[in-house]
């Protein structure tokens, strides 16, 4: 029985016994796992009520003129 490590991004076959980037199968992949989770959590949109209003409010004001 033989042991096949996928990779747990692309669920590719991550084989090779001198892949350095186990268990993912290349260096493409670790980092998207690495930089993955981080890069959701910044694009998570806050909730930005009444700075948003006011932005908008005098950039209209602005622009009329
Ligand atoms: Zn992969």
Do not use: K
Request: with cysteine; hydrophobic share 25%.
């Amino acid at each position: 029985m033989e042991f096949t490590p996928r990779c747990p991004i692309c669920r590719s076959l991550a084989q090779g016994d001198a892949n350095p980037y186990r268990p993912f199968c290349s260096e493409r992949c670790q980092l998207v796992d690495l930089g993955g989770w981080t890069t959701e959590r910044y694009r998570i949109p806050g909730p930005s009520v009444g700075d948003g209003a006011e932005d908008d409010g005098d950039a209209t004001e602005d622009g009329s003129q």
